[in-house]
């Protein structure tokens, strides 16, 4: 009864049965102002809010960053630290798609029997303070939402190491240049206990990096 009698009086004093605007403060950004943050997020998503406080600004609607803030979470948007992500050309995501798909229907006892080299040159690279980045939940892998990394800067060290399904084998530092003898000599010193460290049993596939062949191996 109370809720036909407040309709009834609703219409009498505004000519309305729509709900009307409760009272308190009005919102200090308009919807229009809302969308064209959700658009400069949606084209640089690691902007900042100090960054937004002044696109606001420059819109003739100044707003506080908690107000910035909140309408970007009405939107689903949330602020998050970026991940980071190897930084790949279009021909190393083609190579690696390909490699999966030839290796797709591969059973899973077949892949813990496989032993993975891998060379890699560590160097600094960017900085070391962690980015922010506005993004919705569910894409913290988005090429967007990610800080590429690459192997570029100051200082570097050269490893060689090895994985498999079960962990990591051992890792060795290389000193100087690598080549044929010294790769030679990790092997000989490294490989069979790796195997054993990690259970490959009597059998295993040794891929080694950069190579498509793979070298059937045996204790």
């Not at 809720?3 to 605007?21: C, D, M, N, P, Y």
């Not at 190579?95 to 999966?100: D, S």
């Not at 797709?104 to 040159?121: A, C, G, P, V, Y």
Request: proline fraction near 2%; charged fraction near 25%.
């Amino acid at each position: 009864m109370s809720t036909v009698a407040s309709i009834i009086h609703k219409w009498k004093e505004f000519g309305t049965t729509r709900t009307l605007r409760r009272a308190g403060h009005l919102a200090k950004l308009s919807d229009r102002g809302r969308r064209a943050l959700v658009r400069e997020v949606t084209k640089n998503p690691i902007i900042t809010l100090k960054e937004l406080q002044s696109f606001s600004v420059e819109r003739g609607e100044p707003s506080r960053r908690t107000t910035i803030s909140a309408a970007l979470h009405q939107s689903g948007l949330y602020g998050r630290v970026a991940r980071q992500k190897p930084l790949l050309s279009k021909r190393h995501m083609t190579a690696c798609l390909e490699f999966f798909k030839r290796h797709l229907k591969d059973s899973q006892t077949m892949r813990n029997k496989i032993l993975w080299s891998e060379e890699t040159k560590i160097e600094l690279f960017g900085l070391n303070g962690k980015r922010h980045v506005w993004r919705k939940p569910g894409t913290a892998h988005h090429l967007a939402n990610t800080i590429p990394t690459v192997k570029h800067g100051g200082g570097s060290i050269m490893l060689c190491g090895c994985f498999s399904a079960a962990g990591t084998g051992r890792l060795v530092r290389i000193e100087g240049k690598m080549n044929a003898a010294m790769y030679r000599d990790i092997l000989d010193e490294n490989l069979l206990q790796s195997t054993l460290d990690l259970r490959l049993g009597r059998w295993f596939i040794f891929q080694q990096d950069n190579k498509k062949e793979v070298a059937t191996g045996q204790l």
